[in-house]
């Protein structure tokens, strides 16, 4: 079982940044592939990028490429999204996600689910 809370949502004016975070519980965080998600309101929840259990791999969606990185300390059970020149288009709720998988792009690849925080870009 894994547990999964995000931090580090908020409000932030079109070209700046944020990083999020989603701490982890359990002791087996670093066997686990990890992945972020977002769902803005009227839309489906939809991909943003993943990274595999060692950070070896990484794979992002089109629509951030080049913008946003995810990265992971498994000796802190957290993962991270640096995003960076955001757009009033990466306003969405988002989600870290865990799975069994080395990595996925599809909501059914993940396992566990955190709650989501709120990112708001302003424009």
Request: aromatic share 12%; glycine share 12%; proline share 2%.
């Amino acid at each position: 079982q894994v547990q999964l809370v995000e931090s580090g949502g908020g409000l932030v004016q079109a070209g700046g940044s944020l990083r999020l975070s989603c701490a982890a519980s359990g002791r087996t965080f670093s066997s686990y592939g990890m992945g972020w998600f977002r769902q803005a309101p009227g839309k489906e929840r939809e991909f943003v990028a993943a990274i595999t259990w060692s950070g070896g791999n990484t794979q992002y969606a089109d629509s951030v490429k080049g913008r946003f990185t995810i990265s992971r300390d498994n000796a802190k059970n957290t993962v991270y999204l640096q995003m960076n020149s955001m757009k009033p288009e990466d306003t969405a709720v988002y989600y870290c996600a865990a799975t069994r998988d080395p990595y996925g792009s599809r909501r059914l690849d993940y396992d566990y689910w955190g709650q989501g925080t709120q990112v708001t870009v302003s424009s």
